[in-house]
Antibody
Framework: QVQLVESGGGLVKPGGSLRLSCAASGFTFSDYYMSWIRQAPGKGLEWVSYISSSGSTIYYADSVKGRFTISRDNAKNSLYLQMNSLRAEDTAVYYC???????????WGQGTLVTVSS | DIVMTQTPLSLSVTPGQPASISCKSSQSLLHSDGKTYLYWYLQKPGQSPQLLIYEVSSRFSGVPDRFSGSGSGTDFTLKISRVEAEDVGVYYCMQGIHLPPYTFGQGTKLEIK
């Protein structure tokens, strides 16, 4: 069955960095687009970044552009989100999700919590 | 960016009764390919979101047929024909036509009376 498992979250000071990982299994990872979506505590969903199956096409939300970098390693069935210059407003649960027409975000991981605080 | 506006933001429904959630987009979600890129997700308490409906009205695999989606252009509706206790959570609509970004509605919290 499809499984997505995020890791790498934690407490970081403003201005710090963190790298999130998402391990995929149960499907041919290299065939699928992927996205990161976040949810601030008690708030709604915010799409963060997208990467195509080959990694050749990447999109970011304006709120993270220039600070976050999405990448993938199809040989390791893994998706990554490098987060730099973190701000308090980046505090959220970060989900990785499979993103493929016609079913964007048909499978989600359990999420990993990132807390940015001094 | 397209703004998605959901109403109501919360509703309380008696089991067995219907429920309806509205979602309006600031631009048409009808693509030149003839498809309309509107989706519905449910986030149950303590869980990750799950896909319910894609392209306005198609139920995703395993979604009960008491869930239905309708609408066109900029106005969309999610209906639950007979609410069950397991339907509690927050419902989100999302647009996927003008990318980036994907944008979600604010969410509608469904509670059971």
């Amino acid at each position: 069955q499809v499984q997505l498992v995020e890791s790498g979250g934690g407490l970081v000071k403003p201005g710090g960095s963190l790298r999130l990982s998402c391990a995929a299994s149960g499907f041919t990872f290299s065939d699928y687009y992927m996205s990161w979506i976040r949810q601030a505590p008690g708030k709604g969903l915010e799409w963060v970044s997208y990467i195509s199956s080959s990694g050749s096409t990447i999109y970011y939300a304006d709120s993270v552009k220039g600070r976050f970098t999405i990448s993938r390693d199809n040989a390791k069935n893994s998706l990554y989100l490098q987060m730099n210059s973190l701000r308090a407003e980046d505090t959220a649960v970060y989900y990785c999700a499979r993103d493929q027409p016609p079913h964007p975000f048909d499978y989600w991981g359990q999420g990993t919590l990132v807390t940015v605080s001094s | 960016d397209i703004v998605m506006t959901q109403t109501p933001l919360s509703l309380s429904v008696t089991p067995g009764q219907p429920a309806s959630i509205s979602c309006k987009s600031s631009q048409s979600l009808l693509h030149s390919d003839g498809k309309t890129y509107l989706y519905w997700y449910l986030q149950k308490p303590g869980q990750s979101p799950q896909l319910l409906i894609y392209e306005v009205s198609s139920r995703f695999s395993g979604v009960p047929d008491r869930f239905s989606g309708s609408g066109s252009g900029t106005d969309f509706t999610l209906k639950i024909s007979r609410v069950e206790a397991e339907d509690v959570g927050v419902y989100y609509c999302m647009q996927g036509i003008h990318l980036p970004p994907y944008t979600f509605g604010q969410g509608t919290k469904l509670e059971i009376k």
